[in-house]
């Protein structure tokens, strides 16, 4: 009999707290929550970078105190970052000494991460590589292609890039985003209705996409290692063309006597 009381109790709390869960803000799971439109972020973020100030207008004013890492390291570009001014074009950048002990040529491993939890709603810093002699006088200036390689998680997904390093002469590389690069987009061969950063695995790939490139955003740069190098010589960079066939595709393979007994 005494616990009668106890148990009236707990059921009038557990009526309460049900009223209060339907009367309070349902809170769902981020994948099943409707997909947002991101376009007012894209532009607060492009105009974010008009508002900053620039430290920097000349590669000489640049600081090359840090050592490019020995395997690609991520990089946040964004608020709180640098900003320079080259020739009227504004954009978050890095800036690295290059080793003197590895052997010529050698390959930089370049990665840029979804900016957005979905692709639909993501954009992508899309890198330019400036290589620099010990006068900071510009040797090589090239917009970084960047193409998409699905791996196994997030941290082996993305859309990655190289830079080469030929040049004895090479001492310095500086890494920004160009007014092309800014303006361009990358091809992403998923649907963007089903693509998530968290399950970069699970994905539909009918249909393809191009992700815009923004001002700041994830990006990972170091010498290149065997992952990175397997990702950045599979990767998709763009539509494949179609092709004519299985049987047209067949006929051209096949030595010229199969070929006409074959018709």
């Known amino acids: 009999m005494p616990q009668r009381p106890l148990a009236t109790a707990l059921l009038i709390a557990a009526i309460a707290l049900l009223g209060a869960c339907h009367s309070a803000k ?19 973020a492009r105009q974010a970078l008009q508002d900053a100030t620039p430290c920097c207008g000349s590669f000489a004013d640049f600081s090359y105190q840090n050592l490019l890492p020995w395997r690609p390291k991520k990089f946040h570009l964004g608020n709180g970052s640098m900003v320079a001014d080259l020739n009227g074009v504004r954009s978050y950048f890095l800036a690295f000494s290059l080793p003197t002990d590895v ?3 050698y390959r ?29 006088q510009p040797l090589d200036s090239h917009d970084v292609t960047l193409c998409e390689y699905m791996g196994w998680s997030s941290d082996t997904s993305g859309a990655f890039g190289s830079v080469t390093v030929s040049d004895p002469k090479a001492r310095y ?19 963007p209705a089903s693509f998530s950063v968290d399950t970069p695995t699970n994905m539909v790939s009918n249909g393809s996409f191009k992700v815009p490139h923004g001002p700041d955003g ?3 740069v170091g010498l290149m290692t065997k992952s990175y190098a397997e990702a950045v010589d599979h990767g ?28």
């Not at 349902?26 to 409707?34: A, W």
């Not at 998709?236 to 018709?263: D, Y």
């Open 26 to 44: 349902v809170l769902l799971p981020p994948n099943l929550r409707p997909v947002q439109d991101t376009r007012l972020t894209l532009e607060q």
């Open 236 to 263: 998709i960079c763009g539509k494949p063309a179609e092709g004519q066939g299985l049987l047209h595709t067949l006929r051209t393979a096949l030595p010229v006597h199969w070929s006409r007994s074959g018709s």
């Open 218 to 220: 994830t990006l990972w």
């Open 103 to 105: 052997k010529l040529p």
């Open 108 to 136: 930089i491993g370049v990665k840029s991460d979804l900016n957005g939890r979905w692709l639909k709603e993501s954009y992508l810093f899309a890198p330019t590589a400036v290589l620099l002699d010990d006068a900071f």
């Open 173 to 191: 590389l500086v890494v920004y985003s160009s007014a092309q690069q800014q303006a361009g987009a990358t091809y992403w061969e998923q649907s």
